[in-house]
């Protein structure tokens, strides 16, 4: 629990956010003298999914391993859904789920037993457990395959069962740790679909760590981006993306028809892949776009918002960011 | 206009499968709002889990065979006492408490322990599923210390039910309350000093087989030092015997009598001499003395060895869980 300030000194210093699901302050974590793997972050996380940005050897897996209380900090303070750090890990680690970055699976033991275990180790009834454990693996999209030895699974079903078992105890948060490393394209997006929905329908916040900017943008409600343990930006993906939203149109047939009717009405589409890029200025565009396609009797095929893909917006300052053109428009552009 | 009639009709199976599918398994998000368990609760349902472990149980046949021969030959003793007291009731009990065959115990003991101690640590070391117990609401010592339980736990199995059979074939041939008493005596003085074996087996075995992740390196990492230095303590005591005879009279060398420090099997063959003063003082064994194992006036060095190898093997176990990386 946030202990109320007692000395002046204490009073100066705000205090961390009700409300916050994560909320860090100052936070420095050194390891000997020489490595400092967080330095001063500061950083507040309301509910939703919340994207952990930073590259390899950022800090990511130290903060989590911080907000997990398995590790003190050096200086400064932070806490989970209330609860402090140092002082409150048991009640941290009882109410968030952990999905770890590596392998952590036994191959000689079934899915069900092995989330069963886990569900008991989250401190569930025996009976509560293997209910959860089930709900759980059926949640990740294991059925009947739960049965089988996890040795006898692919990539992707190893990392469902690692969801599964940071599921299985009911928390108010999830912590993963990379949930999509090793998976194929298909798998990734699978993976990301079901991270998604666990944020939307099952009302769980979720801080989900990655290096790859792009995954994240798809899912995440708000972004955290670190480097070398410092905080770069903490901003609700919206905010950070508005400017720059671009609209997919995807015809089955008659593109270049549509590429000179949006042209003509004051519109300035570019190819893209299959379809056209325009920018989205404002909801006219979207009426533009179904009246022009409505007048020539096209088969509309797709029409989909996009955005800056996030590498660009922390590699810049936001405002070039913001005034840069779109990323597909350039591939676009090299390709015709 | 075949093409894409097919398509059509590919796209609407499809999406008729998965609204299916949905239909099914979309039961919606169910929270948790039953009552749950403290951190007592949980370390128990991971001691009770890791026992089962110990015996095979909750795994496959194959797992069970070694653990159940083991248990089988310990009990031996005890059937062919019931049977030799049943057929011979004056001659008296051929096995006793304490000295419950102490050879065979030390085999026996020396099996399991090397072959059981590391499915209870080495999987999860293995595997990296450390992280997955850290990152849930029980301490950092919880871990070895349930561990530890488990196989102390099992240790006192095979230990320990044996000697209640063995109490049990004695006590059917027993008349008199006086007789029973008797026996009950001897067999708690024999509980409790089995309980010594299975306390420092365990975890002298935990703390070896959790050095490495392999089962066959934890394996050889158990069984090697506790074999030779089964052997190396026979051989010393034997050297000591021949090489420079009694110290004094009725006293025996000092090699032989330190020798039995060396290994777990004789440090507790020493320890119940020490603590019942028996003829392991002189070194001049009857016939039936089975523990031969010579403590001459060294009898408090293997209280205290045995106490301080204790500490430093639970010591050593929680603290190897201390260094054992976090994620």
């Known amino acids: 629990m946030i202990t109320q300030p007692s000395t002046p000194a204490e009073a100066q210093q705000p205090q961390l956010a009700q409300g916050a699901v994560i909320e860090a302050r100052g936070l420095t974590k050194r390891y000997g003298t020489t490595v400092t793997a967080l330095d001063q972050l500061s950083v507040a996380v309301g509910p939703g999914i919340t994207g952990l940005i930073g590259a390899n050897g950022a800090g990511k897996s130290t903060l989590i391993k911080i907000l997990l209380g398995l590790l003190a900090p050096t200086s400064g303070q932070a806490a989970v859904l209330g609860h402090d750090c140092v002082s409150g890990g048991f009640a941290i680690r009882t109410l968030s789920g952990y999905m770890p970055e590596h392998d952590c699976l036994p191959p000689d033991v079934t899915a069900t037993e092995f989330v069963t275990h886990l569900g008991r180790m989250s401190g569930l009834p025996a009976t509560a457990a293997k209910e959860r454990a089930a709900d759980s693996l059926r949640h990740v999209g294991l059925y009947e395959e739960r049965y089988r030895q996890i040795g006898t699974y692919s990539t992707g079903m190893k990392q469902r069962v690692k969801l599964a078992q940071a599921l299985v105890g009911d928390p108010r948060l999830l912590l993963l740790d990379e949930p999509t490393n090793g998976l194929d394209p298909a798998g990734r ?66 593109t270049e028809l549509l590429l000179a009717e949006l042209s003509r009405r004051g519109l300035a589409p570019v190819a893209y892949q299959r379809g056209l890029l325009v920018q989205l200025a404002d909801e006219q565009t979207y009426d533009i776009v179904r009246d022009s396609v409505a007048d020539l009797g096209l088969p509309l095929g797709r029409m989909e918002q996009r955005r800056h893909r996030i590498e660009e917006l922390f590699r810049q300052d936001p405002a070039a960011a913001a005034s840069s053109v779109p990323g597909p428009t350039t591939g676009a552009a090299s390709v015709s | 206009m075949s093409a894409d009639a097919k398509t059509a009709s590919g796209q609407f199976s499809t999406a008729a499968v998965d609204g299916r599918a949905g239909e099914i398994h979309n039961i919606g998000y169910r929270r948790y709002d039953g009552g749950r368990l403290g951190r007592v609760q949980i370390v128990r349902a991971l001691m009770w889990h890791s026992l089962r472990g110990a015996y095979g149980f909750g795994r496959g046949a194959k797992a069970k065979i070694f653990p159940m021969l083991l248990f089988a030959l310990m009990c031996l003793p005890a059937a062919v006492n019931a049977v030799a007291l049943a057929n011979n009731p004056s001659g008296g009990a051929i096995v006793s408490y304490d000295g419950y065959v102490p050879s ?224």
């Open chain 2, 104 to 327: 065979l115990r030390a085999i026996v003991m020396l099996i399991f322990v090397a072959l059981q101690a590391p499915n209870l640590v080495s999987a999860d070391l293995r595997n990296h599923t450390l992280p997955l117990y850290f990152a849930r609401p029980i301490g950092r010592n919880d871990y070895p210390i349930a561990k530890l339980a488990a196989f102390v736990l099992a240790c006192l199995a095979i230990v320990e039910i044996p000697l209640l059979l063995l109490y049990l074939g004695n006590v059917t041939q027993q008349h008199g309350a006086s007789e029973v008493w008797a026996q009950t005596r001897q067999l708690g003085s024999g509980l409790l000093y089995g309980a010594a074996w299975a306390v420092l087996l365990a975890s002298i075995g935990l703390l070896l087989a959790s050095l490495t992740g392999r089962r066959v390196f934890a394996i050889c990492a158990v069984g090697i030092p506790l074999f030779f230095s089964y052997i190396l303590a026979n051989a010393l005591t034997h050297i000591g015997q021949v090489a420079y005879g009694p110290a004094g009279l009725g006293q025996p060398s000092t090699l032989s009598s330190l020798a039995g420090l060396i290994s777990p099997f004789t440090l507790l063959g020493g320890l119940l001499h020490w603590l019942q003063g028996s003829p392991a003082t002189t070194g001049q064994f009857r016939p039936n003395d089975l523990q031969r194992v010579i403590i001459g006036t060294y009898g408090p060095w293997y209280g205290l060895v045995f106490v301080l190898l204790l500490l430093a093997t639970v010591g050593g176990l929680i603290a190897r869980y201390r260094k054992v990386g976090v994620a």
């Open chain 1, 189 to 254: 997006t699978a993976m990301l679909d079901l991270i998604a929905r666990i944020g939307s329908e099952f009302g769980i916040s979720i801080l989900v760590a990655s290096h790859l900017l792009g995954e994240i943008e798809q899912i995440c409600d708000n972004l955290v981006a670190i480097d070398n343990g410092r905080l770069l930006r903490a901003d609700s993906i919206s905010s950070v993306t508005q400017a720059s939203a671009v609209l997919l149109i995807e015809v089955d047939e008659g």
